[in-house]
C-alpha cells in the first residue's frame, strides 16, 4: 500500500500504476472523478500531477483489515497549472483526507478518496 503512495503517486513512477493496480480497478475521486483501469487511474493522477506538479501525500495512518486498507493523508502541492476551471496560482494547498483500498491478489482492486475537495478549491480562490 505504501508503494502506491511513495512510487506511483509521489515519484510519479508511472510503471508502478500497472504493477500496483488491477487490470479492472474502479478508482474514485472527487477531484479527478471515476476511472477504470490501471491507464485510466494514470491519466487521472497525471491531471492532478499537471495542475499541481509537486504533489506529494504523506500517510499519516494506515489501518489493514483483511482485504480492506484504509489510508489517512495529507496532501500538498503547489497550484501551477490549470484544475477544474481555475488557472494556475502558485498558491500552496495542504488538504487532508483518507482513502479506502481492496487488495486481492497483491493488487489494488478498488480505490476510493474522501478528501476535502472544497477546502482544496477554496485554497486556490476558485469560484464556488
Known sequence: MLRFYEEALNAGREDAFT?????DVAYYNPATGTARGPGGVLAA???????FPDLHYTVEDLLVDGDRVAARFTLRGTHHG?????????RSVEVGGSTHYRVAGGKLT???VFADFLGLMRQIDADL
Open 110 to 112: 478498488e480505490v476510493r
Open 19 to 23: 504493477e500496483l493496480l488491477a487490470p
Open 45 to 51: 493522477i497525471r491531471g492532478l500531477r499537471a495542475a
Open 82 to 90: 490549470p484544475f477544474r476551471g481555475k488557472a494556475a496560482t502558485g
